[in-house]
């Protein structure tokens, strides 16, 4: 609620029916003016934190924890670039299960697709790295100095299945990881975010924070 208080409004004509006269405005919030992280900035470490979200907190846990006022939530969602809450934020592992089991059904365990292993020959070299996406029949082959010999790997030697639920699974962890704002900053980010929501002067301007739109309820002569 605090992120509302600080948007704009805009008057519009007043459309409900108990209205005293046609004159009559209400405000309401301009939720056409939103404000984006810059990109060049979100990974600029030096305003910025890497944090991974705990299990079970929303955003208003965030930003209790990081800066003492859940309040300040969208402050945290701005910062980490989240757009749409609902598909952005991570879900708790039964949550993220009932997820995947809606959207997969009996399906939710077959194969996705398979991922390499590591192979390292005799001597401990990197051969082949963890996590590749390869087909069924991916092989690999390569020279083990200490051994002499061309080795040739294939099958489960070389590769994993990964089911929908671990590809799922896999995509709502990767969500635990944004960045967020160092403390040190939130006053200025504040003040900014607040210069950011004023209006400039225009024929619609009432005050800093406020526009009038046209009443086309009243007739011209």
């Not at 910025?48 to 930003?63: H, L, Q, S, T, W």
């Not at 390869?134 to 100095?145: A, L, R």
């Not at 975010?193 to 009432?206: A, E, H, L, P, W």
Request: glycine share 4%; with cysteine.
């Amino acid at each position: 609620m605090a992120y509302f208080r600080e948007l704009p409004n805009i008057k519009y004509p007043s459309f409900f029916k108990d209205k005293n006269s046609s004159l009559e405005y209400i405000d309401v919030k301009n939720f056409f003016r939103r404000v984006k992280l810059r990109e060049d900035l979100q990974n600029t470490f030096t305003l910025f934190n890497k944090y991974e979200i705990p299990m079970g907190f929303r955003p208003d846990n965030v930003a209790e924890e990081l800066y003492g006022s859940a309040e300040l939530d969208w402050v945290v969602i701005t910062c980490a670039g989240i757009v749409n809450i609902r598909d952005e934020w991570p879900l708790d592992p039964s949550e993220i299960y009932d997820f995947a089991e809606n959207k997969y059904g009996e399906n939710l365990n077959d194969l996705r697709y398979y991922e390499t292993k590591e192979i390292r020959d005799s001597e401990g070299h990197l051969i082949l790295p963890k996590g590749k996406r390869v087909n069924s029949d991916f092989t690999v082959k390569y020279y083990d100095n200490t051994l002499s010999i061309y080795q040739t790997k294939s099958g489960t030697n070389v590769r994993t299945g990964i089911s929908n639920y671990e590809h799922e699974t896999r995509l709502n962890d990767d969500k635990r990881f944004i960045f967020v704002l160092k403390e040190e900053f939130l006053q200025e980010f504040l003040n900014d975010f607040r210069d950011i929501m004023v209006y400039g002067k225009s024929s619609q301007f009432v005050n800093d924070k406020t526009v009038q739109t046209e009443n086309l309820n009243i007739s011209m002569p």
